[in-house]
């Protein structure tokens, strides 16, 4: 069911103390909103970030899981180790985890699959980059990036995705898309899945924008007709940004 959200992706940042302190601000500051708000912290404050939340409607997500059922893979998190912590939402192929830890299409349709058979909730990321755009190729990259990771799913899969378009050219580097920009991504990724499957499945999955987003612009962007919300990054660090980001809706 297409739903509002606001997410906020806390990336490499926090400690415990700050996660529990920014949580308790979050929290107490949180307004009256439609959205599902989310936040993810980084796995070792996950424990307690869900702790810190338990009388709150915020949900606690992850930012990244392993494709395996358990294994050999030092230094990675699976599904399960997510789940029995009670966090049932993850964010795959984030651009900064295809850029620095070499997460490729095919890694990633591996990772959306194993999450799904789990009964989790993706949430997944994609977009094009700076290069991309110029040579106005971003469409087809978008295009591709969708096909490859998630058109093979069975139509059923699809009550799960959540999607977040974030133009790399627009993630901390302060340049968003404009709210035309984005509006005109977000309805042709509704036509390709509506291509790929059925107008019902494009209509109902929840797309998202990230790239920048601020108070200062939240509204003209969540204004959109196809977007239902934003993935926030530096400005989810902030309690008085994010709650104002929240607020636009
Ligand atoms: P940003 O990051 O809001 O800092 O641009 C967005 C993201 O990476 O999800």
Redesign the pocket.
Known sequence: MRSKIVAG?W?MNKNLEETEILLNELAAKLPDTQAEVMVAPTFVNLTGAVRALESSVIEVIAQNMHFAESGAYTGEISADMLLNIDIDTVILG???RRAYFGETDEILAKKVATALNKDMRVMF?FGEELNDRKSENHFKVVESQLKNALFSLDGSAWKNIIL?Y?PVW????GETASPEQAQEMHAFIRKTITEAYDANIADNVSILY????KPANAQDIFGKPDVDGG??????LVADDFVAIISAF
């Open positions: 992706n990336k984030h651009s900064e990321c977040a974030e627009a993630i901390g580097t990230g790239g920048s987003v993935l926030i990054g530096g400005a989810s």
